[in-house]
Protein backbone atom coordinates (compact mmCIF):
# COMPACT_ATOMS: atom_id res chain seq x y z
CA UNK A 1 0.00 0.00 0.00
CA UNK A 2 0.99 3.50 -0.65
CA UNK A 3 0.49 6.70 0.93
CA UNK A 4 0.86 9.66 -1.12
CA UNK A 5 -0.01 13.33 0.11
CA UNK A 6 -1.04 15.82 -2.17
CA UNK A 7 2.54 17.94 -2.16
CA UNK A 8 4.57 14.88 -2.24
CA UNK A 9 4.35 11.23 -2.05
CA UNK A 10 4.76 10.35 2.10
CA UNK A 11 5.69 6.89 1.44
CA UNK A 12 5.73 3.30 0.40
CA UNK A 13 3.64 0.58 2.53
CA UNK A 14 3.78 -3.36 1.33
CA UNK A 15 0.57 -5.33 2.42
CA UNK A 16 1.32 -8.42 -0.12
CA UNK A 17 2.02 -11.22 1.46
CA UNK A 18 1.33 -14.37 -0.67
CA UNK A 19 -2.48 -14.63 0.82
CA UNK A 20 -3.28 -11.01 -0.93
CA UNK A 21 -1.17 -11.01 -4.27
CA UNK A 22 -3.15 -7.47 -5.09
CA UNK A 23 -2.36 -5.03 -2.80
CA UNK A 24 -4.12 -1.41 -2.74
CA UNK A 25 -1.79 1.73 -3.44
CA UNK A 26 -3.48 4.81 -2.77
CA UNK A 27 -2.70 8.75 -2.17
CA UNK A 28 -3.45 10.32 1.25
CA UNK A 29 -5.14 7.51 2.95
CA UNK A 30 -5.19 4.11 3.24
CA UNK A 31 -6.45 0.76 4.96
CA UNK A 32 -4.07 -2.14 6.31
CA UNK A 33 -6.37 -4.77 5.26
CA UNK A 34 -6.18 -6.48 8.67
CA UNK A 35 -2.00 -7.42 7.48
CA UNK A 36 0.52 -5.74 10.60
CA UNK A 37 1.96 -3.81 8.10
CA UNK A 38 4.88 -2.56 10.70
CA UNK A 39 6.85 -6.19 10.59
CA UNK A 40 6.29 -5.92 6.56
CA UNK A 41 7.13 -2.33 5.83
CA UNK A 42 9.67 -1.25 7.35
CA UNK A 43 10.92 2.80 7.12
CA UNK A 44 8.70 4.76 5.05
CA UNK A 45 10.64 6.63 2.00
CA UNK A 46 10.12 9.97 0.37
CA UNK A 47 8.77 10.53 -2.99
CA UNK A 48 8.32 13.95 -5.05
CA UNK A 49 5.23 14.97 -6.43
CA UNK A 50 4.66 13.13 -9.79
CA UNK A 51 5.05 15.17 -12.90
CA UNK A 52 5.25 12.59 -15.94
CA UNK A 53 4.94 15.19 -18.35
CA UNK A 54 5.17 19.37 -18.80
CA UNK A 55 3.37 20.63 -21.39
CA UNK A 56 3.71 24.17 -20.41
CA UNK A 57 0.02 25.52 -20.34
CA UNK A 58 -0.83 28.63 -19.91
CA UNK A 59 -3.02 28.79 -16.85
CA UNK A 60 -5.71 30.84 -15.80
CA UNK A 61 -6.24 31.50 -12.26
CA UNK A 62 -9.98 31.49 -12.99
CA UNK A 63 -10.37 27.86 -13.06
CA UNK A 64 -7.44 25.94 -11.81
CA UNK A 65 -8.04 21.54 -11.53
CA UNK A 66 -5.64 18.83 -10.04
CA UNK A 67 -6.02 15.44 -8.59
CA UNK A 68 -4.89 15.73 -5.02
CA UNK A 69 -5.86 12.31 -4.11
CA UNK A 70 -5.81 8.75 -5.51
CA UNK A 71 -6.24 5.46 -4.46
CA UNK A 72 -5.71 2.00 -6.33
CA UNK A 73 -8.25 -0.72 -5.35
CA UNK A 74 -7.23 -3.73 -7.64
CA UNK A 75 -8.42 -3.23 -11.05
CA UNK A 76 -9.98 0.59 -9.96
CA UNK A 77 -7.99 3.78 -9.68
CA UNK A 78 -9.91 6.55 -7.87
CA UNK A 79 -9.57 9.89 -8.52
CA UNK A 80 -9.97 13.09 -6.45
CA UNK A 81 -10.27 15.60 -8.96
CA UNK A 82 -9.62 19.26 -6.96
CA UNK A 83 -10.70 22.69 -8.48
CA UNK A 84 -10.54 26.25 -8.04
CA UNK A 85 -12.67 28.40 -9.67
CA UNK A 86 -14.08 32.09 -9.44
CA UNK A 87 -16.19 31.24 -12.66
CA UNK A 88 -20.18 32.58 -11.94
CA UNK A 89 -20.96 28.73 -13.13
CA UNK A 90 -19.80 27.01 -10.52
CA UNK A 91 -22.05 27.02 -7.16
CA UNK A 92 -18.44 27.07 -4.57
CA UNK A 93 -15.12 28.65 -5.18
CA UNK A 94 -13.14 25.30 -4.51
CA UNK A 95 -14.52 21.55 -4.58
CA UNK A 96 -13.63 18.01 -5.26
CA UNK A 97 -15.09 15.18 -6.64
CA UNK A 98 -13.77 11.30 -7.15
CA UNK A 99 -14.04 10.46 -10.37
CA UNK A 100 -12.75 6.80 -12.13
CA UNK A 101 -10.60 6.41 -15.44
CA UNK A 102 -14.16 5.24 -17.15
CA UNK A 103 -15.39 9.08 -16.17
CA UNK A 104 -12.34 10.47 -18.09
CA UNK A 105 -12.95 8.49 -21.05
CA UNK A 106 -16.40 9.79 -21.43
CA UNK A 107 -15.61 13.14 -21.21
CA UNK A 108 -12.85 12.84 -23.80
CA UNK A 109 -15.22 11.46 -26.44
CA UNK A 110 -18.26 13.97 -24.95
CA UNK A 111 -15.55 16.05 -26.39
CA UNK A 112 -14.98 14.74 -29.58
CA UNK A 113 -18.65 13.35 -30.73
CA UNK A 114 -19.53 16.95 -30.15
CA UNK A 115 -19.68 18.64 -33.77
CA UNK A 116 -19.01 22.56 -32.39
CA UNK A 117 -15.56 21.09 -31.40
CA UNK A 118 -14.32 19.93 -34.81
CA UNK A 119 -11.97 22.82 -35.36
CA UNK A 120 -10.37 21.98 -32.07
CA UNK A 121 -7.17 19.93 -31.07
CA UNK A 122 -9.46 17.63 -28.17
CA UNK A 123 -6.53 16.40 -25.51
CA UNK A 124 -5.47 12.83 -25.89
CA UNK A 125 -7.51 10.66 -23.67
CA UNK A 126 -5.02 9.50 -20.07
CA UNK A 127 -4.22 6.11 -20.96
CA UNK A 128 -5.92 3.26 -19.21
CA UNK A 129 -4.23 2.54 -15.56
CA UNK A 130 -2.44 -0.80 -16.05
CA UNK A 131 -0.68 -2.83 -12.82
CA UNK A 132 -1.45 -6.19 -14.38
CA UNK A 133 2.69 -6.93 -14.84
CA UNK A 134 3.25 -5.31 -11.47
CA UNK A 135 0.70 -7.51 -9.46
CA UNK A 136 2.18 -10.72 -11.50
CA UNK A 137 5.33 -10.08 -10.32
CA UNK A 138 4.13 -9.41 -6.44
CA UNK A 139 2.17 -12.25 -6.29
CA UNK A 140 5.43 -14.46 -7.97
CA UNK A 141 7.37 -12.66 -5.19
CA UNK A 142 5.36 -13.65 -2.67
CA UNK A 143 5.40 -17.43 -3.89
CA UNK A 144 8.73 -17.35 -3.87
CA UNK A 145 9.79 -16.10 -0.55
CA UNK A 146 10.76 -19.12 1.07
CA UNK A 147 13.32 -20.46 -1.37
CA UNK A 148 14.90 -16.93 -1.35
CA UNK A 149 17.18 -15.54 1.66
CA UNK A 150 16.01 -12.31 3.97
CA UNK A 151 18.22 -9.65 1.58
CA UNK A 152 17.00 -11.49 -1.98
CA UNK A 153 13.51 -10.97 -0.43
CA UNK A 154 13.76 -7.53 0.36
CA UNK A 155 15.77 -5.96 -2.42
CA UNK A 156 13.12 -7.26 -4.66
CA UNK A 157 10.38 -6.39 -2.78
CA UNK A 158 11.70 -2.77 -2.93
CA UNK A 159 12.34 -3.05 -5.97
CA UNK A 160 8.75 -3.92 -7.14
CA UNK A 161 7.64 -1.33 -4.59
CA UNK A 162 9.38 1.01 -6.53
CA UNK A 163 8.30 -0.25 -9.74
CA UNK A 164 4.50 -0.20 -9.17
CA UNK A 165 4.60 3.42 -7.37
CA UNK A 166 6.32 4.70 -10.31
CA UNK A 167 3.15 3.23 -12.72
CA UNK A 168 0.92 4.74 -10.15
CA UNK A 169 2.31 7.87 -10.10
CA UNK A 170 2.54 8.14 -13.70
CA UNK A 171 -1.14 7.12 -14.01
CA UNK A 172 -2.33 10.15 -11.75
CA UNK A 173 0.39 12.34 -13.67
CA UNK A 174 -1.13 11.38 -16.92
CA UNK A 175 -5.12 11.80 -16.05
CA UNK A 176 -4.09 15.59 -14.26
CA UNK A 177 -2.53 17.06 -17.26
CA UNK A 178 -5.74 15.87 -19.48
CA UNK A 179 -8.05 17.90 -16.64
CA UNK A 180 -5.00 21.13 -17.01
CA UNK A 181 -4.90 20.73 -20.85
CA UNK A 182 -9.22 21.06 -21.00
CA UNK A 183 -8.84 23.39 -18.43
CA UNK A 184 -6.95 26.02 -19.53
CA UNK A 185 -8.44 25.49 -23.64
CA UNK A 186 -10.41 29.18 -23.72
CA UNK A 187 -13.75 26.86 -25.42
CA UNK A 188 -13.84 23.67 -23.99
CA UNK A 189 -13.35 24.56 -20.50
CA UNK A 190 -16.94 26.27 -20.71
CA UNK A 191 -18.46 23.11 -21.76
CA UNK A 192 -21.41 21.68 -19.40
CA UNK A 193 -19.71 18.15 -19.19
CA UNK A 194 -16.92 18.89 -18.81
CA UNK A 195 -18.37 21.45 -15.46
CA UNK A 196 -20.55 18.02 -14.34
CA UNK A 197 -17.34 16.43 -14.12
CA UNK A 198 -15.94 18.74 -11.96
CA UNK A 199 -18.72 19.59 -9.65
CA UNK A 200 -21.74 16.93 -9.58
CA UNK A 201 -20.25 14.66 -6.50
CA UNK A 202 -22.31 11.87 -7.28
CA UNK A 203 -21.45 8.77 -9.70
CA UNK A 204 -21.62 9.65 -12.99
CA UNK A 205 -23.01 6.32 -14.10
CA UNK A 206 -20.27 5.71 -16.84
CA UNK A 207 -19.18 2.11 -17.83
CA UNK A 208 -16.97 0.67 -20.02
CA UNK A 209 -17.57 0.06 -23.54
CA UNK A 210 -18.69 -3.73 -24.05
CA UNK A 211 -17.45 -6.01 -26.88
CA UNK A 212 -20.41 -4.73 -29.07
CA UNK A 213 -19.52 -1.08 -28.75
CA UNK A 214 -15.72 -2.01 -29.16
CA UNK A 215 -16.24 -3.92 -32.32
CA UNK A 216 -18.38 -0.67 -33.55
CA UNK A 217 -15.41 1.61 -32.30
CA UNK A 218 -13.38 -0.85 -34.30
CA UNK A 219 -15.17 -0.74 -37.63
CA UNK A 220 -15.88 2.88 -36.89
CA UNK A 221 -12.02 3.67 -37.25
CA UNK A 222 -11.63 0.62 -40.30
CA UNK A 223 -14.13 3.03 -42.33
CA UNK A 224 -12.04 6.74 -40.90
CA UNK A 225 -8.68 5.54 -42.34
CA UNK A 226 -10.38 4.11 -45.50
CA UNK A 227 -11.86 7.76 -45.86
CA UNK A 228 -8.48 9.08 -44.19
CA UNK A 229 -6.72 7.95 -47.38
CA UNK A 230 -9.49 9.35 -49.95
CA UNK A 231 -9.51 12.96 -48.20
CA UNK A 232 -5.90 12.84 -47.91
CA UNK A 233 -5.47 13.00 -51.60
CA UNK A 234 -7.28 16.27 -52.01
CA UNK A 235 -4.99 19.38 -52.74
CA UNK A 236 -6.14 21.92 -50.15
CA UNK A 237 -7.11 25.18 -51.17
CA UNK A 238 -4.84 26.87 -48.07
CA UNK A 239 -1.15 26.99 -48.24
CA UNK A 240 -1.23 26.41 -44.61
CA UNK A 241 -3.25 23.66 -43.86
CA UNK A 242 -1.64 22.12 -46.85
CA UNK A 243 2.11 22.66 -45.33
CA UNK A 244 0.49 21.43 -41.64
CA UNK A 245 -0.91 18.18 -43.25
CA UNK A 246 2.76 17.16 -44.67
CA UNK A 247 4.54 18.08 -41.67
CA UNK A 248 2.13 16.40 -39.16
CA UNK A 249 2.26 13.25 -41.09
CA UNK A 250 6.10 13.41 -40.48
CA UNK A 251 6.33 14.76 -37.17
CA UNK A 252 3.85 12.08 -35.74
CA UNK A 253 6.14 9.36 -38.09
CA UNK A 254 9.38 10.80 -36.12
CA UNK A 255 7.75 10.98 -32.46
CA UNK A 256 6.88 7.90 -33.10
CA UNK A 257 9.92 6.42 -33.81
CA UNK A 258 11.96 8.27 -31.24
CA UNK A 259 9.48 6.97 -28.72
CA UNK A 260 10.23 3.64 -29.82
CA UNK A 261 14.51 4.47 -29.36
CA UNK A 262 14.08 6.03 -26.36
CA UNK A 263 11.92 3.29 -24.48
CA UNK A 264 14.71 0.77 -25.79
CA UNK A 265 17.30 2.96 -24.70
CA UNK A 266 15.74 3.01 -20.83
CA UNK A 267 15.58 -0.51 -20.98
CA UNK A 268 18.94 -1.19 -21.35
CA UNK A 269 19.70 1.24 -18.60
CA UNK A 270 17.68 -0.99 -16.45
CA UNK A 271 19.05 -4.39 -17.96
CA UNK A 272 22.49 -2.51 -16.82
CA UNK A 273 21.26 -1.87 -13.43
CA UNK A 274 19.64 -5.55 -12.86
CA UNK A 275 22.86 -7.01 -14.39
CA UNK A 276 24.98 -4.61 -11.70
CA UNK A 277 22.51 -5.75 -8.71
CA UNK A 278 22.50 -9.40 -9.65
CA UNK A 279 27.48 -9.15 -9.50
CA UNK A 280 26.60 -6.86 -5.94
CA UNK A 281 24.25 -10.04 -4.92
CA UNK A 282 26.92 -12.81 -5.89
CA UNK A 283 30.10 -10.18 -4.14
CA UNK A 284 27.77 -10.46 -0.77
CA UNK A 285 27.46 -13.66 -0.84
CA UNK A 286 31.30 -14.51 -1.28
CA UNK A 287 31.74 -11.75 1.26
CA UNK A 288 30.10 -13.55 3.97
CA UNK A 289 33.01 -16.37 3.00
CA UNK A 290 35.79 -14.51 2.21
CA UNK A 291 36.52 -11.28 5.05
CA UNK A 292 38.95 -9.30 2.36
CA UNK A 293 38.16 -5.62 1.75
CA UNK A 294 37.98 -5.74 -1.79
CA UNK A 295 34.81 -8.14 -1.81
CA UNK A 296 33.36 -5.98 0.61
CA UNK A 297 33.96 -2.60 -1.38
CA UNK A 298 33.15 -4.45 -4.65
CA UNK A 299 29.69 -5.01 -3.30
CA UNK A 300 28.95 -1.07 -1.77
CA UNK A 301 30.33 -0.33 -5.21
CA UNK A 302 28.17 -2.01 -7.09
CA UNK A 303 24.86 -1.44 -5.05
CA UNK A 304 25.78 2.29 -5.66
CA UNK A 305 26.52 2.25 -9.66
CA UNK A 306 22.82 0.07 -9.40
CA UNK A 307 21.25 3.09 -8.10
CA UNK A 308 22.85 5.63 -10.46
CA UNK A 309 21.75 3.42 -13.39
CA UNK A 310 18.06 3.32 -12.03
CA UNK A 311 18.14 6.82 -11.54
CA UNK A 312 19.12 7.37 -15.43
CA UNK A 313 16.46 4.91 -16.89
CA UNK A 314 14.09 6.59 -14.38
CA UNK A 315 14.86 10.25 -15.22
CA UNK A 316 15.06 9.85 -19.24
CA UNK A 317 11.53 7.63 -18.86
CA UNK A 318 10.16 10.80 -16.94
CA UNK A 319 11.76 13.68 -19.18
CA UNK A 320 11.76 12.01 -22.85
CA UNK A 321 9.63 8.61 -22.99
CA UNK A 322 6.67 10.12 -21.01
CA UNK A 323 7.22 13.63 -23.40
CA UNK A 324 7.32 11.52 -26.10
CA UNK A 325 4.40 9.61 -25.89
CA UNK A 326 2.45 12.47 -24.84
CA UNK A 327 2.69 14.24 -28.14
CA UNK A 328 2.65 11.30 -30.24
CA UNK A 329 -1.02 11.00 -28.90
CA UNK A 330 -1.68 14.66 -29.16
CA UNK A 331 0.33 15.15 -32.91
CA UNK A 332 -2.59 12.00 -33.09
CA UNK A 333 -5.47 14.60 -32.21
CA UNK A 334 -4.03 16.80 -34.24
CA UNK A 335 -3.88 14.88 -37.07
CA UNK A 336 -7.69 14.23 -36.98
CA UNK A 337 -8.39 17.73 -36.42
CA UNK A 338 -6.77 18.61 -40.19
CA UNK A 339 -8.85 14.70 -41.28
CA UNK A 340 -12.22 16.71 -39.87
CA UNK A 341 -11.36 19.74 -41.45
CA UNK A 342 -10.45 18.11 -45.07
CA UNK A 343 -13.59 16.31 -44.73
CA UNK A 344 -15.17 19.36 -44.55
CA UNK A 345 -13.70 20.52 -47.77
CA UNK A 346 -14.91 17.44 -49.36
CA UNK A 347 -18.52 17.93 -48.51
CA UNK A 348 -18.25 21.47 -49.23
CA UNK A 349 -17.03 20.62 -52.96
CA UNK A 350 -19.55 17.99 -53.40
CA UNK A 351 -22.12 20.35 -51.72
CA UNK A 352 -21.22 23.07 -54.50
CA UNK A 353 -21.31 20.55 -57.36
CA UNK A 354 -24.72 19.17 -56.14
CA UNK A 355 -26.06 22.95 -56.42
CA UNK A 356 -24.67 23.47 -59.54
CA UNK A 357 -26.43 20.09 -61.13
CA UNK A 358 -29.58 21.33 -59.25
CA UNK A 359 -29.86 24.87 -61.07
CA UNK A 360 -29.00 23.01 -64.57
CA UNK A 361 -31.88 20.52 -64.17
CA UNK A 362 -33.94 23.60 -61.89
CA UNK A 363 -34.84 21.00 -58.85
CA UNK A 364 -34.16 20.71 -55.50
CA UNK A 365 -32.47 24.36 -56.00
CA UNK A 366 -33.30 25.75 -52.68
CA UNK A 367 -32.57 22.30 -50.41
CA UNK A 368 -29.25 22.54 -52.62
CA UNK A 369 -28.55 25.77 -51.43
CA UNK A 370 -29.20 25.44 -48.41
CA UNK A 371 -27.05 22.01 -48.09
CA UNK A 372 -24.55 24.24 -49.13
CA UNK A 373 -24.81 27.21 -47.08
CA UNK A 374 -24.24 24.52 -43.96
CA UNK A 375 -21.06 23.12 -45.69
CA UNK A 376 -19.85 26.31 -46.15
CA UNK A 377 -20.38 27.51 -42.75
CA UNK A 378 -18.91 24.44 -41.11
CA UNK A 379 -16.00 24.24 -43.34
CA UNK A 380 -15.27 28.35 -42.82
CA UNK A 381 -15.90 27.66 -38.57
CA UNK A 382 -13.25 24.28 -38.87
CA UNK A 383 -10.60 26.78 -40.51
CA UNK A 384 -11.03 29.56 -38.16
CA UNK A 385 -10.58 27.76 -35.24
CA UNK A 386 -7.98 25.08 -36.59
CA UNK A 387 -5.53 27.59 -37.67
CA UNK A 388 -5.00 29.30 -34.25
CA UNK A 389 -5.33 25.57 -32.41
CA UNK A 390 -2.26 24.36 -34.89
CA UNK A 391 -0.32 27.48 -33.85
CA UNK A 392 -0.65 27.03 -30.49
CA UNK A 393 -0.09 23.55 -30.50
CA UNK A 394 3.94 24.19 -32.40
CA UNK A 395 4.51 26.96 -29.69
CA UNK A 396 3.23 24.23 -26.88
CA UNK A 397 5.44 21.56 -27.81
CA UNK A 398 8.72 23.63 -28.70
CA UNK A 399 7.84 24.69 -24.84
CA UNK A 400 7.52 21.53 -23.34
CA UNK A 401 10.25 20.18 -25.10
CA UNK A 402 12.84 22.91 -24.76
CA UNK A 403 12.22 22.33 -21.13
CA UNK A 404 12.37 19.33 -20.67
CA UNK A 405 15.22 18.40 -22.58
CA UNK A 406 17.26 21.15 -20.97
CA UNK A 407 16.30 19.74 -17.15
CA UNK A 408 16.94 15.77 -18.93
CA UNK A 409 20.88 17.25 -20.16
CA UNK A 410 21.49 18.64 -16.45
CA UNK A 411 20.55 15.65 -14.97
CA UNK A 412 22.65 13.18 -17.21
CA UNK A 413 25.49 15.80 -16.43
CA UNK A 414 24.84 15.24 -12.64
CA UNK A 415 24.64 11.34 -13.25
CA UNK A 416 27.90 11.46 -15.27
CA UNK A 417 29.66 12.98 -12.33
CA UNK A 418 28.55 10.72 -10.02
CA UNK A 419 29.33 7.67 -12.55
CA UNK A 420 33.19 9.60 -12.63
CA UNK A 421 33.23 10.14 -9.06
CA UNK A 422 32.32 6.34 -8.18
CA UNK A 423 35.16 5.00 -10.55
CA UNK A 424 37.79 7.94 -8.89
CA UNK A 425 36.93 6.11 -5.77
CA UNK A 426 37.14 2.31 -7.17
CA UNK A 427 40.61 3.63 -8.64
CA UNK A 428 41.58 5.42 -5.19
CA UNK A 429 40.72 2.17 -3.16
CA UNK A 430 42.44 -0.20 -5.56
CA UNK A 431 45.99 1.89 -5.79
CA UNK A 432 45.85 1.30 -1.95
CA UNK A 433 45.24 -2.19 -1.30
CA UNK A 434 47.37 -3.58 -3.81
Not at 16 to 23: A, V
Not at 172 to 186: G, K, N, S, Y
Request: charge should be neutral; hydrophobic fraction near 35%.
Amino acid sequence: MVYVGPAVILGVLWTCPPSHPSPTYGIKGYKTDNVNSRALIGQKKCFSRPRAVNVDLQTDATLQVDISDALSERDKVKFTVHTKSSLPNFKLNEFSVVRQHEEFIWLHDSFVENEEYAGYIIPPAPPRPDFDASREKLQKLGEGEGSMTKEEFTKMKQELEAEYLAIFKKTVAMHEVFLCRVAAHPVLRKDLNFHVFLEYNQDLSVRGKNKKEKLEDFFKNVVKSADGVLVAGVKDVDDFFEHEKTFLLEYHNRVKDASAKSDRMIRSHKNAADDINRIASSLYTLGTQDTTELCKYGHTHNCTHTKVESRVAADEDLKLSDLLKYYLRESQAAKDLLYRRSRSLVDYENANKALDKARSKNRDVLQAETSQQICCHKFEKISESAKQELIDFKTRRVAAFRKNLVELAELELKHAKGNLQLLQSCLGFMKTNT
